[in-house]
C-alpha cells in the first residue's frame, strides 16, 4: 500500500482548481492523470524579466515596468485591437490587446491607477509598446523575475500549465531522507522537496542549469530508484533459483571444434559454466560485437545444460533469424545423440502438435523458434536454459516469460548491439554481463565509405565488374507519395536491368516461402546481388558476401548501420560497407563519420549515447530501458556508480527495505513508478 505521505501527489488532475473536464484530458495528453505526473513535466527553458526602475528598457527585451494608466480607448470595429495608454518613468507607453474583455481590462488596468506590466517590450521612436501583457499585477512581486517555459500541446497554454504545477508544489510532503548523510554533506544537495520546487520556480539562471545542485540531487534520487529496482528484480531471481538443479560442467565438446576460441570466447564460456553449476538461477547478458562468436558460446553453455538432463531454448527476434541458427547449431551438434527442433509460426498442424508432444516428454532438448515458443501451449519437460538472441528486439516482459516455462530457469540473453556501461547498467542491472570483445582470428576489418547519392549510377557500374556478393539495403519497401526515399521494389528493378536474373529480393513483407527462396539464392550463388530493407540486419551469415551498400544511410540509427555492415566481412576476405546518403544534417554528418572511422561496435556506442541520449540507443519500448525525468546517461555516469554502490549497501542489511532508509528509498520507487519492484516487495 502507497505510504500515506504520498497520496496528495497521486491524486486525479482534474481535483485542481479551475481544472474542468476539458482542460483535465488536455493535460493527461500532454503529461499524466496524477498531481505527479504534472510535477514530472519539466521546464525546458527560463527567461529572465528586467525590472526597469532606472534604465530604459532595451527593443525586444522581456520587461517588467510600472504604469500610470490615463486612457482606454475601445475600438469601434472589433478586429481593431483594444488600446490602454499610459505613462512610465521613461515616457508613454502602449498596452495593445487583440483577443479582450472590455470590463476585464477596465478592473485590471483603471484610469488613474498604477500598476505593474510584464512582457515583451518594442521602442520605437523612445516611444513603448507593450502587445498583450503575460502579467498585470499591482505589486511587482507578483510578477516573477525568472520564468521557466514547459513543453504544450494543443489546448494547452503556458499559463494554465504553470496554475496547475503551482497547485502541485503546495502539497509537495517533506520527505524523509533516503540519501546517505555523507553524500549529501559532500555535494551540499537541498532536499528532495526543495529541488522540486527550485526545478520549477528558479531564482537564477544558474538555478536552472543541468549542473545545478537541485537536478543533480533529482537525477541521483531517479538513478537510485531505477537500480534499486532492477537490484530487487534480481534478488528475487537469485532467490526463486536457489533450490535449482546445478549442471555440472563440460569440457568433451570443445574436441570436436573446427577452431580455437578466442580468449574472450572462452573467458565468458567459463563466466556462464560457473553459473549453470550453481544451484542459483543465472540471470546474465552477453554482449558482444557484431561476428564476436556469441552463438557458440551459447551452443557450450546449453550442451552443459542438456548434459545434466536439461532442455534448452533459444529465442529468435525472427523467422530469417531462428532457421539460420537452426541450421547452424545442427552442424555444430552433427554426430551427437541430441534431437533439436525449430518451432516458428510456420511449423502447423500436425507437424507442430509432435514438435509439443515431443516437447513435453523430454525427447527434444534442444529447441529453436520465435515467438512461438511463447505461447502458453509450449510446455517443457524440465527447461533448464533459456537463450534470448537479440534481446533489445524483445521486451523485458518476453525476456522473462520463457525464463518462467519451468522452475529455476537460467537465463541467457544475447545482444549483437554493444551497450555503453551506463546504459548495460540501468537497463540489465538486474543481470550479470560477461562481453565478448574479441573478433575471431582471420577476421579483416570493414572498409567503410561515405558516398553522395549522386554517385550511385557510377557505383552500379563499378560493381559490376565485382566477383563478390553485395547486399543492397533500403529504407522501405514499396514506393510512397510522402517521402523521396528509395523503396527496395524500386531498386530491385532498376538493378536488374543491369545485373539481370543475379538480383534477388527480400522484404518483412513477404511471404516466407519467397524469402527463404530469395535467401536461399543468395546463400547458393545463384544471385549475385541481394536487395533488402533492415529484415536482414542481424543474425544473418553468409561467408562469401564482402559488399554491403546503405541507401539513405542518414536515415538509419548508427547500432542499425554496424549491424548491417556486420553482415559483410564474415570470411577471410576483405569487405566494404558504402554508406549512400541524401542531404546531410551536422548531426547525421557526424554519425557517418564514427562510423566510417571505426569498426568498434562498443566506441560507436558510446559516440551514439552521446550524440542522441539514452532514449534512442536501444529504444526505450524494446529494450525495457527507462526513460528518465532527471537523469542524463551521458553525463551522469559517476552518479550512476554511486547511485548502484550506495544501493547495493543498503540492499546488503535490508533486503525488503524496512529501515527508516529502506522506507525512504521505498518512497523513490513510488515516485519514479517503479512498479515491478513494489510488488515484489509486496509479495515479501
Given at each position: 500500500?502507497?505510504?500515506?505521505?504520498?497520496?496528495p501527489?497521486?491524486?486525479?488532475?482534474?481535483?485542481?482548481?479551475?481544472?474542468?473536464?476539458?482542460?483535465?484530458?488536455?493535460?493527461?495528453?500532454?503529461?499524466?492523470?496524477?498531481?505527479?505526473?504534472?510535477?514530472?513535466?519539466?521546464?525546458?527553458?527560463?527567461?529572465?524579466?528586467?525590472?526597469?526602475?532606472?534604465?530604459?528598457?532595451?527593443?525586444?527585451?522581456?520587461?517588467?515596468?510600472?504604469?500610470?494608466?490615463?486612457?482606454h480607448?475601445?475600438?469601434?470595429?472589433?478586429?481593431?485591437?483594444?488600446?490602454?495608454?499610459?505613462?512610465?518613468?521613461?515616457?508613454?507607453i502602449?498596452?495593445?490587446?487583440?483577443?479582450?474583455y472590455?470590463?476585464?481590462?477596465?478592473?485590471?488596468?483603471?484610469?488613474?491607477?498604477?500598476?505593474?506590466?510584464?512582457?515583451?517590450?518594442?521602442?520605437?521612436?523612445?516611444?513603448?509598446?507593450?502587445?498583450?501583457?503575460?502579467y498585470?499585477?499591482?505589486?511587482?512581486?507578483?510578477?516573477?523575475?525568472?520564468?521557466?517555459?514547459?513543453?504544450?500541446?494543443?489546448?494547452?497554454?503556458?499559463?494554465?500549465?504553470?496554475?496547475?504545477?503551482?497547485?502541485?508544489?503546495?502539497?509537495?510532503?517533506?520527505?524523509?531522507?533516503?540519501?546517505?548523510?555523507?553524500?549529501?554533506?559532500?555535494?551540499?544537495?537541498?532536499?528532495?522537496?526543495?529541488?522540486?520546487?527550485?526545478?520549477?520556480?528558479?531564482?537564477?539562471?544558474?538555478?536552472?542549469?543541468?549542473?545545478?545542485?537541485?537536478?543533480?540531487?533529482?537525477?541521483?534520487?531517479?538513478?537510485?530508484?531505477?537500480?534499486a529496482?532492477?537490484?530487487?528484480?534480481?534478488?528475487?531471481?537469485?532467490?526463486?533459483?536457489?533450490?535449482?538443479?546445478?549442471?555440472?560442467?563440460q569440457?568433451?565438446?570443445?574436441?570436436?571444434?573446427?577452431?580455437?576460441?578466442t580468449?574472450?570466447?572462452?573467458?565468458?564460456?567459463?563466466?556462464?559454466?560457473?553459473?549453470l553449476?550453481?544451484?542459483?538461477?543465472?540471470?546474465?547478458?552477453?554482449?558482444?560485437?557484431?561476428?564476436?562468436?556469441?552463438?557458440?558460446?551459447?551452443?557450450?553453455?546449453?550442451?552443459?545444460?542438456?548434459?545434466?538432463?536439461?532442455?534448452?531454448?533459444?529465442?529468435?527476434?525472427?523467422?530469417?533469424?531462428?532457421?539460420?541458427?537452426?541450421?547452424?547449431?545442427?552442424?555444430?551438434?552433427k554426430?551427437?545423440?541430441?534431437?533439436?527442433?525449430?518451432?516458428?509460426?510456420?511449423?502447423?498442424?500436425?507437424?507442430?502438435?509432435?514438435?509439443?508432444?515431443?516437447?513435453?516428454?523430454?525427447?527434444?532438448?534442444?529447441?529453436?523458434?520465435?515467438?512461438?515458443?511463447?505461447?502458453?501451449?509450449?510446455?517443457?519437460?524440465?527447461?533448464?536454459?533459456?537463450?534470448?538472441?537479440?534481446?533489445h528486439?524483445?521486451g523485458?516482459?518476453?525476456?522473462?516469460?520463457?525464463?518462467?516455462?519451468?522452475?529455476?530457469?537460467?537465463?541467457?540473453?544475447?545482444?549483437?548491439t554493444?551497450?555503453?556501461?551506463?546504459?548495460?547498467?540501468?537497463?540489465?542491472?538486474?543481470?550479470d554481463?560477461?562481453?565478448?570483445?574479441?573478433?575471431?582470428?582471420?577476421?579483416?576489418?570493414?572498409?567503410?565509405?561515405?558516398?553522395?547519392?549522386?554517385?550511385?549510377?557510377?557505383?552500379?557500374?563499378?560493381?559490376?565488374?565485382?566477383?563478390?556478393?553485395?547486399?543492397?539495403v533500403?529504407?522501405?519497401?514499396?514506393?510512397?507519395?510522402?517521402?523521396?526515399?528509395?523503396?527496395?521494389?524500386?531498386?530491385f528493378?532498376?538493378?536488374?536491368?543491369?545485373?539481370?536474373?543475379?538480383?534477388?529480393?527480400?522484404?518483412?513483407?513477404?511471404?516466407?516461402?519467397?524469402?527463404?527462396?530469395?535467401?536461399?539464392?543468395?546463400?547458393?550463388?545463384?544471385?549475385?546481388?541481394?536487395?533488402?530493407?533492415?529484415?536482414?540486419?542481424?543474425?544473418?551469415d553468409?561467408?562469401?558476401?564482402?559488399?554491403?551498400?546503405?541507401?539513405?544511410?542518414?536515415?538509419?540509427?548508427?547500432?542499425?548501420?554496424?549491424?548491417?555492415?556486420?553482415?559483410?566481412?564474415?570470411?577471410?576476405d576483405?569487405?566494404?560497407?558504402?554508406?549512400?546518403?541524401?542531404?546531410?544534417?551536422?548531426?547525421?554528418?557526424?554519425?557517418?563519420?564514427?562510423?566510417?572511422d571505426?569498426?568498434?561496435?562498443?566506441?560507436?556506442?558510446?559516440?551514439?549515447?552521446?550524440?542522441?541520449?539514452?532514449?534512442e540507443?536501444?529504444?526505450?519500448?524494446q529494450?525495457?530501458?527507462?526513460?528518465?525525468?532527471?537523469?542524463?546517461?551521458?553525463?551522469?555516469?559517476?552518479?550512476l556508480?554511486?547511485?548502484?554502490?550506495?544501493?547495493?549497501?543498503?540492499?546488503?542489511t535490508?533486503?525488503?527495505?524496512?529501515?527508516s532508509?529502506?522506507?525512504?528509498?521505498k518512497?523513490?520507487?513510488?515516485?519514479?513508478?517503479?512498479?515491478?519492484?513494489?510488488?515484489?516487495?509486496?509479495?515479501?
Amino acid at each position: 500500500m502507497r505510504p500515506d505521505i504520498l497520496t496528495p501527489l497521486f491524486r486525479d488532475i482534474s481535483g485542481l482548481n479551475g481544472i474542468g473536464p476539458k482542460l483535465s484530458s488536455y493535460l493527461k495528453k500532454l503529461c499524466g492523470s496524477t498531481i505527479l505526473d504534472a510535477l514530472m513535466h519539466l521546464p525546458v527553458d527560463v527567461k529572465k524579466r528586467t525590472i526597469c526602475t532606472d534604465v530604459m528598457p532595451l527593443n525586444g527585451s522581456l520587461s517588467t515596468l510600472q504604469v500610470e494608466v490615463e486612457e482606454h480607448i475601445v475600438p469601434k470595429i472589433k478586429r481593431l485591437p483594444y488600446v490602454v495608454k499610459g505613462q512610465t518613468n521613461f515616457g508613454a507607453i502602449e498596452l495593445v490587446f487583440f483577443k479582450y474583455y472590455g470590463s476585464y481590462l477596465t478592473q485590471k488596468l483603471p484610469v488613474g491607477k498604477r500598476v505593474w506590466v510584464s512582457g515583451k517590450v518594442d521602442v520605437v521612436n523612445a516611444s513603448l509598446k507593450m502587445i498583450h501583457p503575460d502579467y498585470i499585477c499591482f505589486l511587482p512581486s507578483d510578477i516573477p523575475e525568472y520564468e521557466v517555459i514547459y513543453p504544450l500541446s494543443a489546448g494547452m497554454s503556458g499559463r494554465i500549465l504553470r496554475s496547475v504545477i503551482a497547485q502541485g508544489l503546495e502539497l509537495l510532503p517533506d520527505l524523509p531522507e533516503e540519501i546517505s548523510g555523507a553524500v549529501l554533506e559532500s555535494y551540499r544537495w537541498p532536499s528532495w522537496k526543495e529541488a522540486i520546487q527550485i526545478v520549477h520556480h528558479p531564482k537564477t539562471l544558474q538555478e536552472f542549469e543541468a549542473t545545478a545542485p537541485a537536478r543533480m540531487r533529482l537525477a541521483y534520487d531517479e538513478l537510485l530508484a531505477n537500480q534499486a529496482a532492477l537490484l530487487l528484480v534480481r534478488q528475487h531471481i537469485k532467490q526463486q533459483g536457489q533450490k535449482g538443479q546445478a549442471y555440472p560442467h563440460q569440457k568433451t565438446f570443445y574436441l570436436r571444434l573446427p577452431f580455437e576460441l578466442t580468449k574472450a570466447q572462452q573467458r565468458c564460456v567459463d563466466e556462464i559454466s560457473e553459473d549453470l553449476a550453481s544451484t542459483e538461477r543465472m540471470s546474465r547478458l552477453l554482449q558482444g560485437d557484431v561476428g564476436s562468436g556469441k552463438t557458440i558460446v551459447s551452443v557450450i553453455s546449453a550442451l552443459q545444460v542438456i548434459a545434466g538432463g536439461g532442455q534448452v531454448a533459444l529465442l529468435a527476434p525472427t523467422d530469417i533469424l531462428a532457421r539460420q541458427h537452426f541450421a547452424k547449431i545442427l552442424e555444430f551438434l552433427k554426430g551427437l545423440d541430441i534431437k533439436i527442433a525449430l518451432l516458428t509460426a510456420r511449423e502447423k498442424g500436425k507437424e507442430r502438435t509432435q514438435i509439443l508432444s515431443a516437447l513435453v516428454a523430454g525427447e527434444i532438448s534442444f529447441i529453436i523458434g520465435t515467438h512461438a515458443l511463447l505461447e502458453k501451449e509450449v510446455i517443457f519437460q524440465k527447461l533448464g536454459l533459456a537463450i534470448v538472441d537479440e534481446q533489445h528486439k524483445f521486451g523485458v516482459e518476453q525476456r522473462l516469460s520463457l525464463a518462467q516455462k519451468s522452475a529455476g530457469v537460467n537465463l541467457l540473453v544475447m545482444s549483437a548491439t554493444p551497450i555503453p556501461r551506463t546504459l548495460a547498467l540501468t537497463a540489465y542491472g538486474d543481470m550479470d554481463i560477461s562481453i565478448l570483445n574479441e573478433k575471431p582470428v582471420g577476421r579483416q576489418p570493414i572498409l567503410t565509405r561515405v558516398l553522395s547519392e549522386r554517385k550511385i549510377s557510377e557505383l552500379v557500374q563499378k560493381l559490376k565488374a565485382q566477383a563478390q556478393q553485395i547486399y543492397w539495403v533500403c529504407p522501405l519497401v514499396a514506393e510512397s507519395e510522402k517521402t523521396d526515399l528509395m523503396a527496395a521494389e524500386v531498386r530491385f528493378k532498376a538493378l536488374q536491368k543491369v545485373f539481370g536474373d543475379k538480383v534477388g529480393l527480400i522484404h518483412g513483407q513477404m511471404k516466407a516461402d519467397a524469402k527463404d527462396a530469395a535467401m536461399q539464392a543468395f546463400v547458393s550463388g545463384k544471385i549475385q546481388v541481394l536487395v533488402s530493407t533492415t529484415v536482414i540486419e542481424v543474425g544473418v551469415d553468409v561467408p562469401q558476401a564482402g559488399i554491403m551498400v546503405i541507401e539513405h544511410a542518414e536515415r538509419f540509427g548508427m547500432a542499425t548501420l554496424h549491424q548491417l555492415r556486420g553482415r559483410v566481412g564474415r570470411g577471410s576476405d576483405k569487405a566494404v560497407c558504402l554508406l549512400i546518403h541524401g542531404r546531410l544534417s551536422a548531426l547525421a554528418k557526424e554519425r557517418l563519420a564514427v562510423l566510417k572511422d571505426s569498426n568498434d561496435g562498443f566506441k560507436i556506442a558510446e559516440a551514439d549515447l552521446r550524440l542522441r541520449g539514452a532514449g534512442e540507443v536501444l529504444g526505450v519500448r524494446q529494450s525495457g530501458l527507462p526513460s528518465f525525468h532527471f537523469a542524463d546517461l551521458s553525463e551522469h555516469a559517476e552518479l550512476l556508480s554511486m547511485a548502484t554502490a550506495e544501493v547495493k549497501q543498503l540492499l546488503a542489511t535490508d533486503k525488503n527495505l524496512t529501515s527508516s532508509r529502506g522506507q525512504a528509498l521505498k518512497n523513490m520507487l513510488y515516485l519514479f513508478q517503479k512498479d515491478s519492484a513494489i510488488h515484489l516487495l509486496k509479495a515479501g
